[in-house]
């Protein structure tokens, strides 16, 4: 059973600074796997901002370039996302998510588990 818990969301000032972490249980038995984290705001979309497969590979959604940070920790199972300069327009539940079996988990659709999510609110 795969198990996904996100952490670290709060309420911050605009400018300031967040990391969210997701601690997750062993992929050992699915070989190839992708861990990504997507977001969510009021009335939209689920967001992909960026992932990392298990030899380490880290991809980017364009719009996020240079204020998010992605990190893996293997020994903790646990994967973070550094939130620099945080915008009102960051307001969103994050989700921590995988693909497993697969390299690549930056589309809704390939996704085989969702964490429950951490709320992050972002005020000018």
């Known amino acids: 059973q795969v198990r996904l818990k996100e952490s670290g969301g709060g309420s911050v000032q605009a400018g300031g600074s967040l990391r969210l972490s997701c601690e997750y249980s062993?992929?050992?038995?699915?070989?190839?796997?992708?861990i990504a984290w997507f977001r969510q705001a009021p009335g939209k979309g689920r967001e992909a901002l960026g992932a990392?497969?298990?030899?380490?590979?880290?991809k980017y959604a364009d719009s996020v370039q240079g204020r998010f940070t992605l990190s893996k920790d293997n020994p903790k199972r646990s994967l973070y996302l550094d939130i620099h300069t945080l915008k009102p327009e960051d307001t969103a539940m994050y989700y921590c998510a995988v693909h497993v079996g697969g390299t690549y988990c930056m589309a809704t659709h390939v996704i085989n588990y969702w964490g429950q999510g951490t709320q992050v609110t972002v005020s000018s």
């Open positions: 062993s992929f050992a038995d699915y070989g190839a796997y992708c």
């Open positions: 990392i497969d298990r030899d380490g590979s880290i």
